[in-house]
């Protein structure tokens, strides 16, 4: 993690002498509140949340991860945490908008080198600047560590030409960062990652963006191409591994499983203020014990989940070296777990409030919503894929040694 993430740990237990960002919540709230007055739209319609990204760039939290020294807010790992909760409670689609724009400035923070450090830091620290992931491809689907699209250079440009089959934001974007085969490639796995500001790049749109769930993280197949100075590639050519391995991996669950426990947390709350207000206690019977059954259930998914992310946030924050197998395993198991007891505890939540709470899009339980975004947790860098690795990574460890 960054300087400024690390300092998570000195925190003390008053809050107003918790590292990070001061004014986090109030930022949040700015945002959250924005974000409420189009939710609905912007999920019929599967279209983006300009307003709320507007608002992401006027309270500056697009800059969350860009140290103070360098002109950012100087966030820690909690923030971001924090900030994928608060705004996953209001909309999953925003606070995956917002996590994985973050994943990829501390990718920027961490692995860019002189002279587009220079370049990009200035835009990511001001706030400005929404960064969109093109690592997907049609023929290798999620994995990481391979690229079948050549990037190819000559005379000190690099050439882009990609096919991307869903990129959340990429009509939005100002920028982005593109994983492609190295120019150097002699495996598959010699994967290079490169930046491309919006104006060095054709971006067609390719097809549509007709999904269950997350309609608002306007994720489009793209069509990419243009030529970019040699100098835009993270890190070395080759090595996006190392950044998977410090930066993508890590931010990706942490992220990605705050914005689920927010969604799934926030469905929580409003079905329990439903059964609780006037109306609600004469609707339901609140000593039903399949009712209170329910509510436990889906509480003690949640507190599992909360756990699991705390844990791993601990880990993360004392600079771990994510290549010990026990390590790994909790990583892959944060993620994997924490997207089918999110998505578990609403299944349980419908059922404990019926039809009417639990099935229809205008019960202000908002379950409807939260079941269908939910549902891309597993397949969101599938889980298959994971089990498979933590399958070979138990075989590493026979004695079962936990961290
Ligand atoms: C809302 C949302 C937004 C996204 N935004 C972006 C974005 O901005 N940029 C981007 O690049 N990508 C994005 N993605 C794509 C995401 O990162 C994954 O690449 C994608 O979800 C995986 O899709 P898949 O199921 O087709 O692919 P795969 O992971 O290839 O899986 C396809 C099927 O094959 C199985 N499978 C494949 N390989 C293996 C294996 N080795 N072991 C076991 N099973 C296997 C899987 O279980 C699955 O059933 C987004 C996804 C979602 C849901």
């Not at 982005?176 to 490169?194: C, E, Q």
């Not at 206690?281 to 989940?305: G, H, N, P, Y």
């Not at 791993?312 to 990583?331: I, K, P, Y």
């Not at 933590?390 to 590493?396: A, E, K, Y």
Request: net charge negative.
């Amino acid at each position: 993690m960054t300087t400024a993430m690390t300092t998570a740990t000195a925190t003390t237990s008053e809050d107003a002498d918790r590292a990070g960002v001061p004014d986090l919540a109030e930022r949040l709230a700015a945002v959250t509140q924005v974000a409420e007055q189009h939710l609905d739209r912007h999920d019929r319609d599967a279209t983006f949340p300009e307003e709320a990204l507007a608002e992401l760039r006027n309270t500056r939290l697009l800059g969350l991860l860009v140290p103070k020294e360098e002109g950012g807010l100087g966030g820690t790992l909690d923030d971001l945490i924090e900030a994928g909760i608060v705004l996953g409670r209001t909309d999953m689609s925003l606070s995956m908008i917002f996590v994985m724009h973050c994943q990829q400035a501390e990718a920027v923070v961490r692995h860019a080198a002189s002279p587009l450090r220079e370049e990009l830091i200035p835009l990511l620290a001001s706030g400005r600047m929404y960064l969109a992931s093109v690592t997907t491809e049609s023929g290798k689907g999620a994995d990481l560590f391979k690229s079948e699209a050549p990037l190819h250079e000559s005379e000190g440009t690099l050439e882009v030409d990609r096919a991307v089959p869903i990129s959340t934001g990429g009509t939005s974007a100002d920028g982005f960062l593109i994983t492609m085969r190295s120019p150097y490639a002699t495996a598959d796995h010699h994967v290079s990652l490169v930046y491309a500001h919006r104006h060095q790049l054709d971006v067609e749109v390719a097809g549509e963006w007709r999904p269950l769930g997350m309609r608002a993280t306007h994720s489009l197949p793209l069509r990419i191409s243009g030529r970019i100075p040699g100098h835009q590639v993270i890190g070395e050519h080759g090595a996006f591994h190392r950044i998977v391995q410090s930066v993508f991996g890590p931010l990706a669950h942490l992220g990605w499983s705050a914005a689920w426990l927010g969604t799934a947390s926030g469905a929580l709350s409003r079905v329990l203020h439903l059964l609780r207000d006037p109306a609600g206690r004469k609707r339901f019977d609140l000593r039903s014990e399949l009712l209170l059954t329910r509510l436990s259930r889906a509480r003690q998914r949640l507190e599992t989940v909360h756990a699991l992310l705390r844990r791993t946030q601990a880990l993360a924050e004392s600079g771990t070296d994510w290549s010990v197998t026990s390590h790994q395993l909790l990583l892959n198991n944060l993620k994997i777990t924490a997207a089918e007891e999110c998505h578990a505890a609403v299944q349980e939540l419908i059922d404990a409030v019926g039809l009417k709470h639990g099935y229809l899009q205008d019960s202000p339980t908002g379950l409807e919503k939260a079941l269908r975004d939910l549902r891309s947790a597993v397949l969101n860098f599938s889980n298959d894929r994971l089990h498979l690795a933590d399958g070979r990574l138990c075989l590493l460890d026979p004695d079962v040694r936990f961290h």
